[in-house]
């Protein structure tokens, strides 16, 4: 009895614990559920690359992945599909455009060295851009009416920028040696800037380039996918040692949200191939909703359903199982919220599923509970014995579904990842409850309340040879 007490607190104290988890933190839903944007990037090829192999397609992926990482979205899903799209599910994401303008992005950052004799060109052609894109602000104001002004100042700005290009050097430092990046705000004023870090080879040849440029009213150009967004001179103090500690500012009048999109991509890397989003749709959280709804009902009702069969046909020993049962979805919830999952339609199947092997595990044990009564043994030692009997065979079959678990976790991706974590979890709170809080609660059943062991009927109806 001492030690059916010491369990019994045990099992308060993780049911106190679990209901305090469920109270504090929320479970996270998935886009099926939760809504969100869901992104569909063609990857392209190009001169160099007429054909995209999986490493590639992988290599991609990463790239995007790191973005999405970078716009802080909670469980996002990052596929390959085919052999050339890549699909990207963001739950709870409300501007989709943004998310566009992150990853469609190559975000190739490249350092040049500005052309000796060409600062009044630059000077003139950068205010040209400048006007050209005043211009086009105001013509997308109406776009239907202004479509082929539109059309024309956009070709426009593409030869300007590549006149533009000309004017700088060959690349001496690419964006692969940055090792951070993050935004902030510009010191008395109303913009933002971009502030990179360099690796140490970044760093030793940022500072090479610096000393170059010092004091000879050339720009160091900053190109971002072939366009200049800055291009700052270097003081003459740094022509010594050029600027040392790795560490620069890109600014260009950026808003907070370009300054932070434009963190991100640097941070993810450069993507090592062109993309193309060809689908960009959100998914409305009404049908998450409905999913939502309709996925409680057939989880309510099956549990129901399982807790009358269980105390109808087992007596006692059923209702004790559904005691146990109730606190194995408490605690499997709890399990959800501490390990992070995020609750999707196959993740509730998951759990749904695990429900069964919570009752198979039940139905094990009674039934050999059931054959010592019928065989002569006392309640007790058959209580006892009954579990010890169907103890190999709980444990087979759990072991074998986590092992299941385990391949779908290691080859699946997505919602399947999800089916296989909430099934682990739940197997595995099912293996305690039926061998811990099942047992316990009969047990001191059986030695607590002496009358029980004078009604074995109450565990095996229509009991005739059982000893008393």
């Known amino acids: 009895m001492q030690r059916q007490r010491l369990t019994i607190l045990l099992i308060v104290f993780l049911l106190s614990g679990a209901l305090t988890a469920l109270s504090v933190l929320p479970v996270p839903l998935g886009l099926d559920l939760r809504g969100g944007a869901q992104l569909t990037l063609q990857v392209q090829t190009t001169e160099e690359v007429q054909e995209i192999s999986p490493q590639q397609l992988n290599d991609v992926r990463r790239v995007i992945e790191n973005r999405v990482n970078g716009l802080g979205v909670s469980e996002p899903v990052v596929q390959t599909v085919g052999g050339d799209r890549i699909s990207v599910q963001l739950p ?14 190559t975000a190739r950052l490249e350092f040049r060295p500005q052309r000796e004799g060409t600062q009044q060109q630059l000077q003139a052609a950068l205010s040209q851009r400048n006007q050209l894109e005043d211009q086009l602000e105001q013509l997308r104001e109406e776009p239907e009416q202004n479509e082929q002004a539109i059309q024309e100042t956009l070709e426009e700005l593409e030869q300007l920028n590549n006149q533009i290009e000309e004017f700088f050097g060959p690349t001496e430092i690419k964006g692969k040696q940055l090792e951070d990046a993050y935004h902030s705000s510009v010191t008395g004023s109303n913009n933002w800037q971009v502030n990179i870090r360099f690796n140490q080879q970044g760093a030793n040849e940022f500072a090479e380039l610096t000393k170059k440029l010092a004091g000879t009213g050339r720009g160091l ?12 001179t270097v003081n003459a103090e740094f022509a010594d040692t050029g600027i040392t500690g790795g560490n620069a500012q890109i600014t260009g009048n950026f808003s907070i949200q370009e300054a932070q999109n434009l963190a991100i991509q640097l941070r993810g890397g450069a993507l090592p191939l062109p993309v193309e989003i060809v689908e960009n749709r959100t998914v409305g959280a009404t049908l998450g909703e409905e999913s939502v709804r309709r996925s409680i009902y057939a989880a309510v009702s099956g549990l129901v359903l399982v807790l009358v069969f269980m105390g109808l046909y087992y007596r006692l020993p059923g209702l004790i199982a559904d005691l146990a049962l109730g606190i194995y979805a408490i605690l499997t919830f709890a399990g959800y919220v501490l390990v ?12 749904i599923l695990s ?41 087979d079959s759990n072991v074998t579904t986590l092992i299941a ?19 682990a979890i ?8 039926a061998l ?7 047990l001191f059943a059986v030695l607590g309340f002496p009358n029980l062991r004078q009604q074995p009927e109450l565990f095996c109806p229509n009991l005739v040879t059982a000893r008393k």
């Open 340 to 351: 992070g999952v995020t609750l999707t339609l196959p993740g509730i199947a998951g759990f």
């Open 405 to 423: 678990c385990a391949a779908l976790f290691w080859l699946g991706s997505g919602l399947v990842k999800g089916f296989a974590v909430t099934l």
């Open 355 to 395: 429900i069964g092997m919570a009752v198979d595990a039940n139905v094990l044990i009674f039934e050999r509970t059931r054959e010592e009564l019928r065989g002569g043994q006392t309640l007790y030692r058959s209580v006892s014995t009954g579990f010890k009997r169907a103890f190999s065979s709980i444990l």
């Open 436 to 442: 811990t809080c099942t047992r316990t609660f009969l």
């Open 221 to 232: 150009g900053i190109f971002l996918d072939g366009e200049l967004i800055s291009a700052p």
């Open 92 to 105: 709870g994401v409300s501007d989709p455009a943004q998310a566009e303008r992150v990853l469609g992005g």
């Open 426 to 433: 739940g197997v595995s709170i099912s293996l305690f409850t």
